[in-house]
């Protein structure tokens, strides 16, 4: 499914710079940011996968919690991700997070917008978007948050409400070595509400690139929850 609804700007900056090919860099049609040999080469999350953090299985029934979500206490209601975090999906979230390739926020955006064929998510009244927000120091070098890029173009596409309520309040250190234990400390008082936030009764649907352990995720699912958010669900475009 893509969307159809396309900001002004990007329709006018199609006319001057024709599109290109996010994976391969063939000339692409106008309104096409993915020729179809690139887009046939991802691979999506379509078949048996866990129902709360979308964790692929072989052989697995539709619905069934695998055993990292099984008895978890998560804050999280569940992770829908579209994409397995390999091959082309991997290299352009890696380009659009750490090369400042902001246009890529187009191919990625479509692909989290996938996500909505998830029927539990089609079936929410107006959920909020919620970025997963970076440190200011980190978002000054990498000149945006890929998070909010991704949400403001679901918002767009969707036409959902997108909010900040939430900050980074350390500049965590990279946690891909650390355990679950390790991480979750790491994470503790990361994320806090801003001072005029006001999350009562909603319900969020959290944004981020790519869930790996979903760890921050679900702590800020439990700062909102914290707060009185009704329901936390997250979106994400791969699964790591
Ligand atoms: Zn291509
Ligand atoms: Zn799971």
Not at 75 to 89: E, I, N, P
Not at 125 to 143: D, F, G, K, S
Not at 199 to 211: A, E, H, Y
Request: with cysteine; hydrophobic share 40%.
């Amino acid at each position: 499914m893509r969307s159809l609804l396309r900001p002004a700007f990007e329709t006018l900056v199609d006319l001057v710079y024709p599109p290109h090919c996010a994976g391969c860099g063939t000339a692409q049609p106008s309104g096409k940011w993915i020729c179809g040999k690139c887009e046939a080469a991802v691979r999506r999350l379509d078949g048996p996968k866990c129902a709360i953090c979308s964790r692929p299985f072989d052989g697995m029934l539709d619905t069934f919690a695998c055993p990292n979500c099984r008895g978890a206490e998560l804050h999280l209601d569940f992770a829908v991700a579209v994409m397995h975090s390999h091959g082309l999906v991997r290299d352009l979230i890696h380009r659009f997070k750490y090369g400042r390739e902001f246009h890529l926020r187009r191919v990625l955006g479509d692909w989290l917008v996938e996500s909505f064929e998830d029927s539990r998510l089609a079936a929410m009244e107006n959920p909020t978007l919620i970025p997963v927000p970076l440190h200011p120091a980190r978002q000054r070098e990498r000149r945006f948050n890929q998070s909010a890029a991704l949400a403001e173009w679901v918002a767009e596409s969707r036409g959902l409400r997108l909010e900040h309520p939430l900050r980074r309040r350390l500049h965590t250190v990279t946690q891909t070595h650390f355990d679950r234990r390790q991480r979750m400390r790491n994470l503790r008082d990361a994320f806090a509400l801003r001072h005029n936030a006001d999350v009562k009764d909603k319900s969020f649907l959290l944004v981020d690139d790519v869930l790996t352990t979903g760890s921050t995720l679900d702590e800020c699912a439990r700062v909102l929850l914290e707060g009185g958010a009704r329901s936390v669900r997250a979106i994400t475009v791969a699964r790591g």
